[in-house]
Each structure stands twice: as C-alpha cells, then as structure tokens.
C-alpha cells in the first residue's frame, strides 16, 4: 500500500488524537454520576475544548517523530522504522490515559505530581491490578489493537514529492501546524492547565482536561525548591501543632450600618511596606494617599507576603492555598486541587463578581484564572485604554494604574443596587521597567531600572489610589463597601531591611461601615485574605483554609515565607528560616533554644498539613 507523505502523517495524528478521544469517553462513561448530569451542549463543548490539549501534548511527545518522516529521505525501511519507533509512545500514553482515569476516582482530579511522587512505592500499582482488572483488560486490548493498526500504518509506502517545492510546502504546512498545536494559541503564551477551566466549572474543566497534560504542565512548572516531601510527624501531631496557633476568638469590626458589604480588594504591584510612611520608617512622602485612608481604617502593619511573585499573591489572596515547593501554581495545575476559591463561593452565594489587572487580558494566564476561579467579569490593558497624556502611553509594560481605577469605576457604576458585589484590581505600574510619566510625578531622576524610577512609578500610582478614591466617594455602593489593599510583594531591590521584613508589605481594611482608625501588630498573610472576605460577607466555606481571617488573630499568630529551598517563619517578635533539615538562621540572635524549637515544628507543621490538604496524605486533614 502506498500514500503520500501528508495522508501517512495524518493517519498517524489521527490514531494518537483517537486514544485522548477515546480516554475522554472512558472518563465520561465510568464517572458519570459526576459528569452524566451536565447539559448535552456543555458536555460536546467540553469534549470539542479537550482537542487543544490532546493536540498539544500528543505533539508534544511525537514531534520529533514527525519531523524524522518529513525528512526528504525516500528508504521505506527509515519510514517504518520510525513509525515502530514511535509505537511505545503511543502505548505510553495509552497507558497514562488509562492510569490516570482510575486516579479520577480517587483524587477527583487529573494527576499532577503523583507521578513524580511516587518513589519507591511504585510496587503498589502491580498490586492494584487485579482490583481493576476489567480496566486492565479493555487496556490490554486497546494496547492488541494499537499494535494490529501500527503493522497495517508501518507498512505503507511513501509517496515522493514530484518536486522540492511540493516538499516545502508540505514541510513548512506541517511544522507549523504542530507548533502552532503544541502552543495551543496563537497568543503570547502557551496553553496551560488553567485554560481547561475557563468555564468555571471544575468538573467541565476535568472532562475538557487529560491527566497527560496536566502532568506534563506540573513537571515542566514545578518549583525546584522541594521534592514535596513533607512527612516531619505523624498527621494528628502536625495539625495539633497548628491548632495550637488558632485558639483565639473572632473579633469582626462592629458595623455602623448596611447588609451585606460590597468587596473591592486591591493588588498593588511591589508596593513594599519600606516606602509607605504608615507602614515603614516614616519620612519619604511617596504615599500621602494610602497614608491618608490608613488613619481612617484598620491598619495591619505586620502582614507578609508568601513569596515574591505576583503569581503566589494571587494564589494566595483568593485561593488560601500558599505556594509551596511541590504544589504546582495557580495557572498550571493547582486550579484542577482548589477548591472554596473566594470569586466563586461569592459568585454562588449572589454576589456580582468583577476581575481586572492593569496587565494585558492573557498575562500570567489572568484571563483564564480569573474563570476558574469564578469570576463572572475579566477586563484587561486592551480594555482601558490611556486617559492621561503619558510621555510615551506604551511605555508601561504592565499598564497604567489610573486608567485601571477608573475601568473599575466605570465597571462598578451600575452594581450594588439588586445583589452586593466583589471586585479584584491588580495594579501594574510600579513594575520594573519603570516607565516615565508626566513631569508632576517626576519627583527623582528618572531610571527604568533603578530605585528612583521606582520612587516615581510609586508616587503615581499612590496618586492613582486617591484620585479613584475621590471618584466614587459619591457612587451609591460607596457606603456599603469594605475595601481591602495590601501589594503583591515587596520591590526586593532597594529596600535596606533583612528577613523577614523583606517579605512585609502594608495591608489595610478600610470602610465607611465601621470605624477605624485602628492599628493591629498581630501577623498576618496572604492566606489570610480569603478566609477574611469570607468572614466580612457572611459567607459559608471560611473554615476550610490554613490561614485564618485576620480578625481572628492574636500574639500568636505567624506567618510562613517561601524562598527556593528554603522556608521562613515570622512571628511578632521572632522569626527563623529552615532547609526543612535544619534551622539557618533566627532572628534575634539571643532567641532561645525552646522558642526556636517551637518556631520550626510550626513551620513544618504548616508545610506538611497544607501539602497533605491538596494531595492527601499522612498530614492531612
């Protein structure tokens, strides 16, 4: 049998996209109860959605294949050699599919890092196939039948293209085909696990999903701090040891007036608590705004930030869930384990939910996340436009925060009045480079890279949070609103401070609905802001978090920072960073050896339960 080179290479795509196909079916089919209930349109759309991920990782794992049968090579044994090369591939993924189909049952899920946990344990999956034979049979028979198809496929001949322009064609037509595949979009970045979720639903986003994929995404994502590998206690001692930290009462501000508050929180990009007068040593006047709304609201001034990324904030903020050497992140693969994300909980317990970064709709996968995460409105740079006359308006890479504000603003003008709201900002200016503004923010001389550009970037985006705080003073849903700011993390270049306050940044909850007026030293972090929404709105589903809001604080309290391979604890009055083997270092020098002791079991603790939380496990809960 002969075919030309076109018809041979599609035969093949087709018979690894029928495995995928086929996995997915499977998946349908053994969990229905889960997925059976969905209407029919969503269930093809899920299906039809699934193909860009079976595309791009099938490619991903055959391309060089591929690119071996476009070669300009006319032997017939080089052809079938290589489509029997490609043959264990092809049962590989067969296989995975399969394995990943029964871990659905337990996990809910697609897997993730099992497959890189998995150490020495790996006898237990011979174990377990007498209890899923039929499943074993039906893999075993799909293996039979892939290799009856791959004798009939390798022994097509090849057709030679009549002239090398044909060959070019069919060339350049088929690379770029798979690369375009392999990406997945023809946007600045790659398809990942998030983009599944769009829908925000998370069993949609399971069925439109392979465990293929999301595998590959955590292992190609995953953070080179950690294998992961947090069993320091048994799992009752570790939560004991955490619930020793969690004893104090909530104490929520008394309202003045209004039902169910409306939330604006606001990311602020590198906004560390160093240069916020309120916040730091006071005396540099680059936030008179922010300084401004602290006296009239309730000032945290020991709140930290779990990492410094924008990403882990994010995660953190609206998640709970820390990040954590061997978690994946928010965007590629955490979104398949979350579960009680604030947008969504809000979203199902009525309220509008409203998402919007200064950044461009697809960075950092915001537009997706934003879905998964249940958010019903995203907006992005392309939405905002340029109001003020910038000296060059395509100079912030990250967007520009007055034109942000007042996307909100306008986005925000007719909400509130039926249902109560929650909206989510993320600044962008006041990341590097810094881009130069009008002359009256122009404070220093100017740098893109350097602390005064900073400087400058900050005062006007200090002046964009007052301006936006003047605009809406009057807006209807004014009053019955709590607003919450706090920054992604600090800038980490200038600052002259050591841990942890290299990790603090200023967090602020201020509202006409309670006094304030207010200054609170407890710790508090990140994975405190869900469960504090949660807590301000009435909304059930506050109790399942690691953190805690931060009403519910007391001298206890502590807060956990990441840092490659190596993890920091603060405290109020000390602080210490670990190897996970070891104590490096701890703050004061003259700490004794018992709190010190006590500083690192909470450390592990917290490590071993919130692992143990998303993957389950001998910590979890």
């Known amino acids: 049998m002969t075919t030309t080179r076109s018809k041979k290479l599609l035969l093949l795509a087709l018979a690894g996209m029928a495995l995928f196909t086929l996995a997915r079916l499977a998946l349908f089919i053994v969990y229905r109860d889960t997925f059976g209930n969905y209407p029919a349109f969503d269930i093809a759309a899920a299906f039809l959605r699934g193909l860009r991920f079976d595309g791009a990782i099938f490619f991903t794992f055959t391309a060089v294949f591929f690119a071996l049968l476009l070669f300009p090579v006319k032997n017939a044994l080089y052809h079938k050699t290589v489509v029997w090369l490609m043959f264990p591939v092809y049962v590989f993924m067969g296989g995975f599919l399969a394995a990943d189909i029964i871990y659905f049952g337990y996990a809910g899920r697609h897997m993730a890092n099992e497959p890189f946990a998995l150490g ?60 375009l595949i392999i990406r997945g979009t023809v946007s600045d970045k790659p398809i990942s696990t998030i983009d599944a979720f769009v829908s925000g639903d998370s069993n949609m986003g399971n069925l439109t999903l392979n ?63 160093y240069y916020a007068d309120s916040y730091g040593a006071g005396g540099l006047g680059l936030t008179p705004s922010l300084d401004a709304l602290s006296e009239k609201g309730i000032k945290f001034t020991r709140h930290y930030a779990p990492d410094k990324r924008s990403i882990s904030a994010i995660q953190a903020t609206l998640t709970g869930i820390p990040p954590i050497g061997g978690l994946p992140s928010l965007g590629f693969g955490l979104e398949t384990m979350a579960k009680g994300n604030v947008g969504r909980l809000l979203t199902d317990a009525g309220y509008d939910t409203v998402f919007i970064q200064s950044s461009r709709r697809r960075s950092f996968y915001m537009d997706a996340i934003a879905k998964s995460l249940g958010f019903k409105e995203y907006y992005g740079m392309e939405d905002a436009g340029a109001v003020l006359d910038y000296p060059d308006k395509s100079a912030s890479k990250f967007g520009w925060d007055y034109e942000t504000y007042m996307l909100l603003k306008e986005k925000l003008k007719n909400k509130g009045v039926e249902k109560p709201f929650m909206a989510f900002l993320f600044t962008g200016t006041t990341h590097t480079p810094y881009a130069p503004l009008p002359e009256k923010f122009m404070r220093f001389p100017h740098d893109k890279d350097g602390e005064n550009g900073f400087k400058n970037t900050l ?68 994975i405190d802001v869900t469960p504090t929404i949660l807590g301000l709105t009435g909304t059930e589903g506050g109790d399942g978090y690691l953190g805690r809001s931060v009403f519910c604080k007391d001298n206890s309290s502590f807060a956990v920072m990441s840092e490659w391979n190596v993890a920091g604890i603060a405290a109020k009055n000390a602080a210490l960073k670990s190897s996970f083997s070891r104590v490096l270092e701890y703050t004061p020098e003259n700490l004794s050896p018992e709190l010190v002791e006590k500083l690192e079991k909470a450390l592990l603790a917290y490590y071993q339960v919130e692992f143990s939380r998303i993957f389950g496990g001998k910590g979890g809960k």
């Not at 791959?150 to 009549?162: L, V």
């Not at 209807?476 to 993390?489: E, R, V």
């Not at 509202?511 to 990140?526: E, L, M, R, W, Y």
């Open 120 to 179: 020495a344990d790996t006898g237990f999956l011979l174990d377990m196939l007498p209890v899923y034979w039929a499943q074993t049979a039906a893999a075993v028979l799909l293996v039979a039948a892939l290799t009856f198809l791959w004798k009939r496929i390798a022994n097509i001949k090849i057709i030679p293209e009549k002239s090398w322009k044909r060959y070019a064609a069919v060339f350049i037509i088929w690379c770029g085909a798979i690369f």
């Open 211 to 273: 465990g293929l994929f999301s595998t590959a995404k955590y292992f190609s994502h995953q953070s080179t701090a950690s294998s992961g590998d947090y069993t320091f206690f048994d799992g009752e001692t570790a939560k004991a040891i955490l619930d020793s930290y969690r004893s104090a009462p909530c104490s929520y501000p008394e309202k003045i007036e209004g039902g169910r508050p409306n939330i604006v929180f606001l990311l602020l990009e590198s906004w560390s608590a």
């Open 459 to 526: 005062i006007y985006a200090d002046w964009s949070l007052g301006e936006f705080f003047r605009s809406i003073e009057n807006e209807p849903w004014f009053h019955n609103t709590i607003f919450i700011i706090t920054a992604d993390h600090n800038v980490g270049k200038y600052e002259k401070t050591a841990f942890p306050e290299d990790y603090r940044v200023p967090l602020l909850i201020y509202s006409p609905i309670f006094k304030g007026g207010i200054t609170v030293d407890n710790v508090t972090s990140h």
